[in-house]
């Protein structure tokens, strides 16, 4: 296993169009994360998934975001009618947690998204 | 609410001199604290991590981090720094609740000059 992965690498998309990125964790991994990272600031939590179920959404995930993560393998992210703010490095991590057993989040290399 | 600082944007540093990036934190509970490194157009690569037991932790790379309970702070360190080690350094606390969640400073710029 080489991590987790995730695709496109890079995505530049006119403002308004629809854009969706993948991301594929560590296969074991139960639990999966997206952030979104800006020039200058830190990663900041959008959503998570523990095995298929989406448990948590953070504020900054407008109605225009969606996630999945069908059979709780791999998981979309989906951004509707994308505007100029959406510009930023999107970043998925996974991680195992079971009973008695929890690894540190491992981060995939991001889809840099720009809207023009 | 949970939260970090980092309060340097950037640390410049000679190569072979020691290093330090620092971080502060707030949290309710007992503290859960990474630090990751992330090197130009790649993703954060875990360093170490702090969650019970021994306040110096080693990592990857030789660096290493001070637990300080009294100052809420847990600095990153390594003796002797290499231009490689050039990079933006990210301290992170942990949501101590169901979700596990990162919740990341603004990012530490390390310069290493040759």
């Known amino acids: 296993d080489t991590g987790v992965s995730q695709n496109p690498r890079h995505k530049i998309t006119k403002r308004g169009q629809n854009v969706t990125f993948r991301c594929d964790p560590i296969s074991e991994h139960n639990r999966l994360y997206w952030y979104r990272q800006t020039l200058g600031q830190g990663p900041e939590f959008l959503t998570y998934f523990q095995n298929e179920a989406q448990l948590e959404k953070s504020r900054l995930l407008s109605d225009r975001f969606s996630a999945e993560r069908p059979k709780g393998s791999f998981s979309t992210l989906e951004i509707q009618r994308t505007e100029q703010g959406d510009s930023a490095m999107y970043l998925c991590a996974s991680s195992l947690s079971l009973a008695g057993a929890r690894t540190e989040a491992f981060f995939g290399q991001g889809t840099r998204l720009t809207v023009v | ?114």
């Open chain 2, 1 to 114: 609410a949970q939260s970090v600082a980092q309060p340097e944007d950037q640390v410049n540093v000679a190569e072979g001199n020691p290093l330090t990036v620092k971080c502060t934190y707030s949290v309710s509970g007992n503290p859960y604290l990474f630090w990751y490194v992330q090197y130009p157009n790649r993703g954060l690569q875990f360093l170490l991590k702090y969650i019970t037991g021994d306040n110096l932790v080693k990592g990857s790379y030789g660096f290493e981090a001070e637990f300080n309970k009294s100052q809420t702070s847990f600095h990153l360190k390594k003796p002797s720094a290499l231009v490689s080690d050039s990079a933006l350094y990210f301290c992170a606390v942990r949501d101590p609740h169901n979700t596990d969640k990162l919740i990341f400073g603004t990012g530490t710029r390390l310069q290493v000059f040759p």
